[in-house]
C-alpha cells in the first residue's frame, strides 16, 4: 500500500482542522442567532404569567408547524424551498439539532403527520414521505399522495391537516387578488382527500385564502381563518375566522367578503345575504394565518378551548396592522372575546417578525413560528 505523502497527510489534517473550526464557527452563530432572538422576544408583550422564550433559532422562514406522536416537530416553509426536522433530544424543551430533509420543493409550506408518516403540501402537490422518524438523515424518496391540484403561485402555498375524520383537508387560494374563476370549482375552497390521495372533494367553498384551520374540540366542526381581499382601502375588509357547520357552505369570495361587503366588481351578481357571514372580523390586512384550540393543560381554565391566531401582519396598508398572536373565545359556537395575546414583533412601522402558525404542545406551551425572523418560539404559564 502507497505511503501517503507528507503533503497529503499536511492537507488532510488541514482540511480536518477547516472543518473543526467550521462546526465551531456554526456553533457559534447559532449561538449568536439565539442570544440575539432572546433580546428581540424581551419587546414582546404577552398577559401576567406568561413568559416566551426561543424554542430553535435556526429555522429559516419556518411556516407550518407539525408534531408527530414521538415528539418530532416538522416545519414547511415557503420561499426557502426546505423542510425541516426539529429535534429536542434531551426533553430540555430546546431544540438540539435542526435537520434539512427536504430541499428544492416548490412553496412546502404545509406538513401533516399521520401514521408513521409525514405528508408535505407544495402548490400542486402533496407528497408522503413514509417511516420518516427512523430516517431524518437520510429520507426516502416521497410517495406522490395527489399531483391534480392548481399550479398557480399567487395564494398557491397551502396549510394542510387531518381532521377528526382521517381524512387531509387542503384549501386552494384564489390565484388573484379578486376573480371568478368558474374553470375550476377548487379555486378559492378547502377540499379533503382520503390519506392516498383519493375522492378528493371540496368541503368549503368562496374561501379567498385559508392559511389555517382546525376543529373545535367540543364538537368536531372545522373552523378557519381567511385572508380578506386588497385595494379597497386600510381598514376593508376585515379577514375572518369562519365557521363551517356543514359541507359545501359557501363564504361569499368573491362577492361578498367579511360578511357585508359587497365587492366593487362582483357584489351585484350575488348579495351578502345569501352567504355565511364569518364568525368574527380579525381586521382589515391583518393576515390571519395559522390557528389553534387550546387544548393543554398548562395555562389558566379561562383559555380553554379559546382560537390562538397567528397574524402575519400587513403588507400594503399605509400604517402597518398585525404581526402578533391574538385569540378568540367562544361560548358555544359565539365569540364572546376578541383580544390580542402576544404583541411586539412590529415595533412602530418597522417588524422583526411575523408569526405564521402556532402549536399546542403535549405539556401545554405553545409554539410560535416565525418565517421573518426564522425561528420556534415556547410560550409557557407560571403563575
Not at 501517503?4 to 447559532?30: D, K, W, Y
Not at 375566522?241 to 361578498?256: K, V
Not at 366593487?264 to 348579495?271: A, C, I, L, T, V
Request: net charge negative; hydrophobic share 40%.
Amino acid at each position: 500500500m502507497p505511503v501517503p505523502s507528507r503533503h497529503v497527510t499536511h492537507a488532510v489534517l488541514l482540511s480536518g482542522l477547516i472543518a473543526s473550526a467550521g462546526l465551531a464557527c456554526l456553533a457559534a452563530n447559532g449561538r449568536a442567532a439565539a442570544d440575539d432572538l432572546a433580546a428581540q422576544l424581551a419587546k414582546v408583550s404577552l398577559p401576567p404569567g406568561f413568559h416566551i422564550e426561543v424554542y430553535a433559532a435556526d429555522v429559516p422562514n419556518a411556516r407550518q408547524m407539525a408534531l408527530s406522536p414521538g415528539g418530532t416537530l416538522f416545519v414547511g416553509t415557503r420561499e426557502d424551498g426546505r423542510v425541516f426536522a426539529v429535534v429536542d433530544r434531551n426533553h430540555d424543551q430546546k431544540a438540539d439539532e435542526v435537520i434539512t430533509i427536504a430541499r428544492g420543493l416548490k412553496m412546502p409550506s404545509g406538513v401533516a403527520f399521520k401514521d408513521g408518516a409525514l405528508y408535505v403540501g407544495e402548490i400542486s402537490r402533496i407528497t408522503r414521505y413514509d417511516g420518516i422518524e427512523g430516517r431524518l438523515a437520510s429520507p426516502p424518496p416521497p410517495a406522490v399522495v395527489n399531483d391534480s391540484y392548481p399550479t398557480d403561485r399567487h395564494h398557491g402555498w397551502k396549510f394542510i391537516a387531518f381532521g377528526p375524520d382521517g381524512w387531509l383537508y387542503v384549501p386552494v387560494g384564489a390565484p388573484c387578488n379578486v376573480c371568478e374563476r368558474p374553470d375550476n370549482p377548487r379555486y378559492a375552497s378547502i377540499t379533503r382527500m382520503k390519506p392516498d390521495g383519493s375522492a378528493v372533494e371540496i368541503v368549503a367553498k368562496g374561501v379567498r385564502n385559508s392559511v389555517g384551520f382546525d376543529w373545535n374540540p367540543a364538537n368536531g366542526q372545522l373552523w378557519f381563518t381567511d385572508n380578506g381581499r386588497d385595494e379597497l382601502g386600510d381598514d376593508v375588509p376585515h379577514c375572518e375566522l369562519n365557521h363551517a357547520t356543514a359541507a359545501g357552505q359557501h363564504f361569499g369570495f368573491p362577492y361578498c367578503h367579511a360578511g357585508t361587503v359587497a365587492d366593487p366588481e362582483f357584489g351585484r351578481k350575488r348579495p351578502c345575504s345569501e352567504f355565511v357571514a364569518p364568525a368574527q372580523g380579525l381586521g382589515a390586512h391583518v393576515a390571519p394565518l395559522g390557528m389553534r384550540f387550546y387544548t393543554g393543560q398548562m395555562f389558566p381554565a379561562s383559555y380553554r378551548n379559546r382560537v390562538f391566531i397567528a397574524e402575519h401582519g400587513s403588507w400594503n396598508r399605509s400604517k402597518k396592522v398585525g404581526y402578533r398572536v391574538v385569540t378568540v373565545t367562544l361560548d358555544g359556537d359565539r365569540v364572546v372575546a376578541h383580544e390580542p395575546f402576544a404583541t411586539g414583533w412590529l415595533q412602530g412601522e418597522e417588524e422583526w417578525g411575523r408569526p405564521v402558525d402556532v402549536l399546542v404542545m403535549p405539556d401545554g406551551a405553545l409554539l410560535v413560528s416565525d418565517d421573518r425572523a426564522g425561528a420556534i418560539y415556547r410560550i409557557t404559564y407560571a403563575s
